[in-house]
């Protein structure tokens, strides 16, 4: 059985606060260079929306290099080819966002658009099936809220696609930074105590 010791209401499993002993620093520098590149993907979100359509681009390649290797592990040949189709497809995509980024940013403003008007609508139904209750309500404004930014993505396409994305990476990294600087902060006075 695990021993946790509390540290500011929260308990903390001795490895993990050993661990956060050890590296706060490091989550202080990388919160800190995470909040500084949001700030500058708001100011610039035009760069930033590119820079994401390229790093989506790689990441979409890698996947489908490891598809490819999974395919071999499938035990028919129809699922070996059905297989090899989806990662030939993956790695096509990653070609295209790092080839042509700038129409990549366009498909993925679309996609982002799409996703916040059906995430609105979602949280938007729960909202209502759960009226009364303990939540509904910023639930139901959570949704209303990516509604709009559904909408408004939507209806501003295509110079849209020159801000949306960058834009919320932007609010992204710095809500990622604040996170790692507050457990860094948790981290600093568990090394001084």
Request: include cysteine.
């Amino acid at each position: 059985m695990v021993v946790c010791m509390e540290m500011g209401g929260v308990a903390l499993d001795p490895e993990v606060r050993e661990g956060l002993r050890r590296t706060w620093k490091v989550l202080m520098a990388i919160g800190v260079i995470a909040i500084v590149v949001g700030c500058v993907a708001i100011v610039v979100p035009a760069v930033a929306s590119v820079a994401t359509a390229i790093f989506i681009g790689w990441i979409l390649i890698v996947a489908g290099v490891f598809l490819v290797a999974g395919a071999f592990a499938a035990q028919t040949v129809g699922s070996v080819l059905l297989r090899l189709v989806w990662a030939f497809l993956t790695v096509i995509v990653g070609i295209y966002l790092i080839v042509e980024p700038d129409s990549g940013t366009l498909t993925l403003t679309v996609v982002l658009g799409i996703y916040f008007l059906f995430m609105g609508l979602t949280r938007t139904a729960v909202a209502f099936a759960a009226r009364g209750r303990q939540g509904a309500g910023l639930v139901g404004l959570s949704g209303i809220a990516g509604i709009l930014i559904g909408i408004l993505i939507l209806a501003k396409l295509p110079s849209s696609a020159d801000w949306a994305i960058g834009l919320l990476v932007g609010i992204d990294l710095i809500f990622a930074g604040w996170t790692l600087t507050s457990v860094a902060l948790v981290g600093r006075d568990l090394s001084r105590a």
